[in-house]
């Protein structure tokens, strides 16, 4: 990957050698952050002691003045740039975040200038193009071919849509039914750009909904119980968050386990076990839960009914069913085999 690195590093001095003025070339530095620090359009007016607005007017006239130099080959370094850039986003489904294509092209982690040396060589190049950032989008490059910034953000605004209207995460299959795109690829790509989107297990969603972007451990533990779709022990449940792709999943059993008894999601159907309430599982003792059942069908039921319904609910063995159903307070037997309310008067 060193190679690539020079690659870049040439196309970056070529293009800031053909800025002829000392101070154009210390705005174009500033603001990209080719040093490693992006300074707005006040601090470099304040430093160089004029307006904000003829910074801004500065910018995109050395920014077109550097396009025409590079279309009429004044920049001998930016073709081999534009290709290697081009080849890298062609392979990620020609768009890409520049955090995420930077760190392809170098095989490592980039620093904060190196971004900004690849986000400064597609604004200059008119073969790219570059989707600024801001609260809806990341950075982004694309290939121009394919559409510029705007084309961009409406391909990743109809995608948000589309996942909006469907109120629940969808498959890129699933998105793709819906549509226009000639792979999948190219549209998971787009999807990246959007700061609104997060994705989790193959599942695209809104960045706010917990089950595609949990945040905290209560809702890592609902992801968890909702792929695994079924209950799970309190020991199972933090196994698994420490063997997943989340962010930050270093957690200890214990405090999984304590956020377990506090979310009301979550209830304890067993000794340690866990199931959603979604699932139909009923909160409180065998006691509460038979007391429930009987209340719910409004007449006496047999021992093997209330076993089975209790089950549902609950992964207790029979036997402790059986002896809370002889609870005189609570239950009582009204002929051989059936049970009722002990303050009911139906026999």
Known sequence: MEQNEQIIDEAIKGSLNII???????????????????????????????????????????????????????????????????????????????????????????????????????SVSSSLTVVDENDRYHQAIGII????????????????????????????DELDSKLDYEHPSYLEATATVSKL??????????????????KNIRDKIYVILENNKQPMHFSDIAKAISESNFKRKNVTTQAIHNELIKDSRFVLIGRGIYALDTWGYKKGT???????????????????EIVREVLHSRKVKETTILLNLQNKKLFVKVDRNAYALADTDKA
């Open 20 to 122: 002829e003025q000392d101070r154009e070339r210390e705005i174009i530095s500033r603001r990209f952050g080719l040093t490693g620090y992006k300074e707005t359009l006040e601090q470099i007016g304040d430093m160089l002691s004029i307006t904000r607005e003829r910074v801004r007017q500065l910018e995109k006239a050395i920014l077109i003045r550097l396009r025409v130099g590079s279309e009429e080959g004044q920049i001998p370094a930016l073709p081999a740039a534009e290709k290697l850039i081009i080849r890298n986003l062609s392979e990620a489904g020609r768009v890409a975040k520049v955090s995420a294509l930077a760190d392809k092209i170098y095989g490592r982690e980039t620093t904060t200038s190196e971004r900004a040396g690849l986000a400064f060589l597609a």
């Open 197 to 214: 989107l997060a994705t989790l297990n193959g599942f695209w969603g809104l960045a706010k909904w917990p089950t595609v972007n949990p």
């Open 145 to 172: 071919e394919y559409g510029d910034d705007r084309d961009i953000k409406k391909r990743v605004d109809k995608i948000v849509e589309v996942i909006k209207a469907n109120k629940a995460p969808m498959t890129l």
């Open 286 to 304: 065998v006691s509460e839960i038979i007391t429930a059942i009987l209340e719910e069908a409004d007449k006496p039921l047999s021992r093997e």
